[in-house]
Structures are given as C-alpha cells and as structure tokens.
C-alpha cells in the first residue's frame, strides 16, 4: 500500500482520555481476567481472507490454508488489549493488528490466556504468534526466562517502559524505586514489571512487600483498597488508569518512565516465514501512516516506533 492509497478500515475505539468503560459509578469495573482457557477474544471471525492482499503470499501455507493468524493474548491490559463493554477486544494491539491483516490479508484472532504461560502455548501450537505487550528481552528471545520457555523471536512494533501507579496526592511521598522500599508493591506474574520489583528489593535495607497477580487488574484493585500502596505496570497502562479511573480522581502516575523498551509480537523461532511477513506488514502500516493513525487514536504516540525490527531487546 502506498501513502496514497486509501486506508484501512480499522477496528477504532475512543481516545484513551475519553474511555471510561473500565469505570462506573466511580468505582473501577474489571475486564475479563486474564485465563487458559483459550476464551476466543472477539467474535471468531473479525476479517476476511483477502487473497490479493499485498503480503498475502509472504504468508506460510499453514497460515494461509487456516485462513487466519491465532493471536496469544493476556486480555485484561487497558488500553493494550482489553474486553470492552460488548466483550469485544479493543485497544493499541488489536487496532494495529488489525491494520496489519489489511497487508497480510488474514484476520488476526485474538485468544485470551494467562501471560506467563504464552509462549509455552505458542511454542506448543496452541497460538501462532503472541500479541500482549510482551517486553522483548534477550532473556526470553533465548527461552531463559521462566515465561519464555522454548524461545521466540520479536517482531518490535512499539515501545514503553514501566510507572509508578499509586493513590491520588501520593500519600506515600513515592517519586523512584528507591521509596518503594518498606512498602508493599503490586504487579503482574512473569512481566518485566515483577523482575523490576525484584531487583529493587535485592537493594532495599527494609523489605518491599510483593503482591504478584494473575492479572494487572488484581493489581489495580489492590491499590484501590489500599492493600497495596504501588502498582508497578507499564507505561501506557498506568496512564490510561490514572485518567480514566473515576475521570482521574483514584489514582496518579509519579516519577519518570523507566527502563523504556520495546514491545514485540512473538513468533516460534522455527518459523520465520511468519515473523518476516509480520515485520514486512508492520514496516508498511508505518509507511503509509496507518500506523501513527492507531497511536493518535489511543493517545499512545510516545510509543511511537520509526521502523519494524527484530528481536531489538536487550
């Protein structure tokens, strides 16, 4: 597709600052947890198999003959990928997989299930790539984390770091990692976030106290109720949270991003047909200007990422 060819129509949603389908009555609502139980995350069919599509023969034969590229995906990570209030599945990754299927010309199918078990369900084909803000590390590129197990390889298409959530006006005085000593942290099993949490309180005199969730919404109801007085979580969501939980009243985003690093969609190490023409189809969306279309929608443009590589994290 050139910049002059039409657009895509993409699956849009509203802007981050004006959606507020995760609260009501100002009172935070949870989206679907995260679970194994291979829940489909749409409707099973979200786009036709397009045979003129421009990257459609890059695709492997098993792709094509299946007609769609299953997508691993913990789906409970506002405004990353969530249940809307359809229980349909909306945000940054969804949006931009959907316009990389134009390119591709099969629908990518979003799959709910657990984060830390992901790329093991890939790597035993239970999914064909994983999409869900998976920080790409060279730890789990060579399967040496303990939710990486078997290795993948990263297609990057965005870029974020980790924040401080915490309740509003601070009531901890919290601006680094450094005041999260002595107090009790929430974050989410096997992320970067967990590790980060970790390896700050190897350096603390006083011991953090983890809470470490299925979900990163258990996470954000622990520090509503004040069980937690920190949620460490990832850039985007920390924002999203803090401006759309009870129209920003809950909670607050303190101290600078940290660790910035980039996201990628995770393909088996055995099939690089697929990863290429997944690298391929992004490179194009950014090309054409689709791509900073979806980010402007979700307010997300910091993340902004200027080419698709591979396997970029350290």
């Known amino acids: 597709m050139t910049p002059s060819s039409p657009r895509p129509s993409l699956r849009r949603r509203p802007r981050l600052l004006a959606a507020s389908a995760l609260v009501t009555a100002g009172v935070l609502v949870l989206g679907a947890c995260g679970s194994d139980d291979g829940d489909n995350g749409g409707d099973g069919d979200n786009g036709a198999v397009n045979t003129d599509a421009p990257l459609y023969d890059q695709l492997p034969e098993s792709i094509r003959e299946a007609g769609k590229i299953t997508v691993g995906s913990d789906i409970a990570y506002a405004p990353i990928e969530y249940y809307d209030e359809n229980n349909e599945v909306t945000g940054i990754d969804p949006a931009i997989a959907d316009a990389m299927a134009e390119q591709l010309g099969v629908p990518m199918d979003f799959v709910n299930g657990t984060f830390d078990g992901l790329v093991l369900g890939m790597n035993s084909g239970r999914y064909d790539v994983i999409m869900s803000a998976m920080t790409d590390t060279r730890e789990r590129q060579e399967g040496l984390s303990e939710d990486a197990e078997g290795g993948a390889d990263f297609v990057n298409y965005f870029e974020a770091g980790s924040a401080l959530l915490v309740a509003a006006g ?145």
């Open 170 to 314: 601070n009531p901890e005085g919290i601006a680094t990692l450094d005041d999260l000593c002595g107090l009790t942290v929430a974050s989410q099993r096997g992320t970067s976030n967990e590790a980060l949490v970790e390896r700050q309180g190897e350096s603390c005199d006083e011991p953090i106290e983890m809470l470490v969730n299925d979900t990163d919404d258990e996470s954000i109801t622990q520090l509503q109720s004040g069980r937690a007085q920190v949620v460490v979580t990832d850039f985007p969501v920390a924002l999203y949270n803090a401006t759309t939980a009870r129209d920003g009243e809950l909670f607050e985003v303190v101290g600078e991003q940290i660790d910035a690093a980039p996201y990628g969609i995770a393909v088996p190490k055995d099939n690089p047909e697929l990863r290429d023409a997944l690298q391929q189809a992004l490179q194009a969306i950014i090309d054409d200007g689709t791509y900073q279309e979806v980010l402007a929608e979700w307010d997300a443009e910091t993340g902004a990422i200027e080419s698709a590589t591979v396997n970029a994290g350290q």
